[in-house]
């Protein structure tokens, strides 16, 4: 079978990890133990126990060992394909590559810039492999290199910081802030135009009608991230003049349309 790309893992991480776990099964089959030998580490040893050289001894050990290197191994590889695949995808965003290479250049060259994108990295890292994320972390970092990153440095690690509390599915609901239809609320309660009653449910209907969403799994998904976003107050309802409801960005979520989506 081929070597999967970059792009493969992301997009079809369970997939990897399967045939990765063949190669995992060769390692521990080639491990044998000993027929009839009791393996422990006697009481008293001390706690601080360097992998290589001390469980090393044990034949438990070697099978600790190979587990430890096949999962380091893996982890390496996905964490790589993640950050090929988040650079590709800024690239992508441009059509004047160089131009691009050399803003990205700039960025990492500068203490504060290095900074951020090691931050948006940390996001990366942080998360399954997720095309979702890595196309809103790439417009991210597409929108702080065409800034004055190193003035802006605060806004951009709060920005950033925020996006990390957030589900991808969160961040992709948000960023599609032109589709949310208006809703009718049969009883509300408001205070001015905000509604403070509940109207998640309504909401949740509607919009995964639009989005023609059957799936019940999934549309139980997006009810949870909506309720995400209304949590961290990313996104409210108000009243309209024609006495339907309409949900609406904050001036939170506002200040995350630009790392998120390009501009409409």
Request: hydrophobic share 40%; glycine share 4%; with cysteine.
């Amino acid at each position: 079978m081929d070597k999967p790309t970059g792009k493969d893992i992301v997009l079809r991480p369970e997939q990897y990890l399967a045939e990765q776990g063949k190669t995992l099964d060769d390692r521990l089959q080639s491990v044998q133990l000993p027929a009839g030998t009791e393996e422990f580490i006697a009481a008293g040893r001390t706690k601080r126990i360097i992998r290589d050289q001390v469980l090393g001894l044990f034949k438990i050990g070697e099978v600790v060992r190979e587990v430890l290197n096949w999962n380091e191994n893996v982890d390496e590889e996905i964490k790589a394909a993640k950050k090929a695949l988040l650079l590709s995808s800024y690239l992508e965003r441009t059509d004047e590559n160089t131009s691009a290479i050399s803003d990205l250049k700039k960025l990492l060259v500068s203490a504060p810039g290095n900074t951020l994108f090691n931050k948006i990295l940390q996001i990366l890292d942080g998360n399954p492999p997720d095309p979702l994320l890595v196309d809103h972390l790439a417009n991210a970092l597409e929108h702080i290199v065409e800034t004055d990153f190193e003035s802006l440095f605060e806004e951009h690690k709060y920005a950033l910081a925020k996006i990390d509390q957030l589900t991808p599915q969160a961040l992709a609901i948000l960023a599609d802030r032109v589709s949310w239809p208006l809703i009718t609320l049969n009883n509300r309660v408001s205070d001015g135009s905000r509604v403070t009653s509940d109207w998640l449910v309504e909401f949740t209907s509607a919009y995964v009608k639009i989005k023609l969403i059957s799936d019940p799994r999934y549309q139980e998904r997006i009810r949870f991230s909506i309720n995400e976003l209304t949590t961290t107050r990313m996104i409210e309802a108000h009243m309209t003049d024609g006495g339907r409801t309409k949900c609406t960005v904050t001036s939170m979520g506002q200040m995350l349309i630009p790392y998120i989506s390009k501009p409409r």
